[in-house]
């Protein structure tokens, strides 16, 4: 597995690829929630869920958009 992490505001992103399944993966964890440390998003859990790279981006910003913190990703990466 070969994974990238990035934190901002209270925001922790893990993503990168899943080689056993064959997939791109990202997680995203709100750092505030003391309680629950279950992933707001949670993508690329089965087997080959996500296998182009620019697909799975705009899953990602899909699911960043619908949680509402799409500016997180934004602000930690190129996309603009």
């Not at 998003?41 to 799409?70: N, R, V, Y």
């Amino acid at each position: 597995m070969s994974q990238q992490t990035i934190q901002h505001l209270h925001y922790e992103i893990i993503f990168g690829w899943d080689r056993p399944l064959g997939t791109y993966f990202a997680s995203v964890i709100d750092l505030n929630e003391e309680e629950d440390d279950y992933p707001l998003i949670w993508l690329g859990t089965t087997q080959s869920e996500h296998l182009d790279p620019m697909s799975f981006l705009d899953s990602l910003e899909k699911s960043l958009t619908d949680a509402g913190i799409l500016d997180v990703l934004r602000s930690c990466t190129r996309l603009k």
